[in-house]
């Protein structure tokens, strides 16, 4: 009940395309939900979060699609750039629990010009 | 400088050898975490702490242990390192807002091999 599934685990995309990547959780008592970006040689830093009061965020290129009832939420980077090249991890915590993330299992991100 | 900072960033150490893992950080942050990371499994959560007097066991905490010297340095003990501890490991820190969770903040990292 503790698991964050991600997908897909390796994601090639054009320059200018749509990257999109999903996760899904169980535990119920979740209440935030950031999406860290991780490149080589470094450490995850967050990208954008969410909290399940809202449906949607949007931040620049990147945008956060929640879905409360299904237990998903996406990640969708439009006009996908080189740059963005990276691996995303998905991740999930409650109040009150330390702020103890959940990861998933990361995305490679691979944007070809 | 960075804001959360561990040494060392890469070890080779044997099979049966104790090896310290060193965080420390200048964010002001509460709490503090050590992270594993491995190919397809993403980061599990090994350690973390609240204060100097708090320490509690994470998601893969058996071979390892912590020891939190004061607010900005948090360290992680391989007692006797084995192979299969061979991985990226991370500390990271964060603090909260009106009880909400908020950002974490990760280190560069440290690269363990056990061979």
């Known amino acids: 009940q503790q698991q964050v599934k991600q997908s897909p685990q390796s994601l090639i995309v054009q320059k200018g395309g749509i990257s999109i990547i999903n996760c899904a959780y169980e535990?119920?008592?979740?209440?935030?939900f950031p999406w860290y970006q991780q490149f080589p040689g470094k450490g995850p830093a967050l990208l954008i979060a969410?909290?399940?009061?809202?449906s949607e965020k949007k931040e620049g290129r990147f945008t956060i699609s929640f879905n409360k009832s299904a237990k998903q939420f996406s990640l969708h980077i439009m006009d996908s750039q080189p740059g963005d090249s990276a691996t995303y991890f998905c991740a999930a915590s409650f109040s009150g629990g330390y702020n103890k993330l959940i990861f998933g299992a990361g995305t490679r991100l691979a944007v070809h010009p | 400088d960075a804001d959360v900072t561990q040494t060392p960033r890469n070890r080779i150490t044997k099979t049966g050898k104790r090896i310290m893992l060193e965080c420390s950080q200048t964010?002001?942050?509460?709490?503090m975490y050590w992270y594993r990371q491995d190919p397809g499994l993403g980061l599990r959560l090994i350690y973390y702490s609240f204060d100097v007097k708090d320490i509690n066991k994470g998601e893969i905490s058996d071979g390892y242990s912590v020891s939190r010297q004061a607010q900005a340095k948090f360290s992680l003990s391989l007692e006797s390192a084995i192979p299969n501890q061979t991985a990226l490991y991370f500390c990271a820190t964060s603090d909260t807002r009106q009880g909400q969770n908020t950002e974490a903040f990760f280190g560069q990292g440290t690269r363990l091999t056990v061979v």
């Open positions: 964010k002001g942050h509460d709490r």
């Open positions: 535990n119920t008592a979740f209440d935030y």
């Open positions: 969410i909290r399940p009061d809202v």
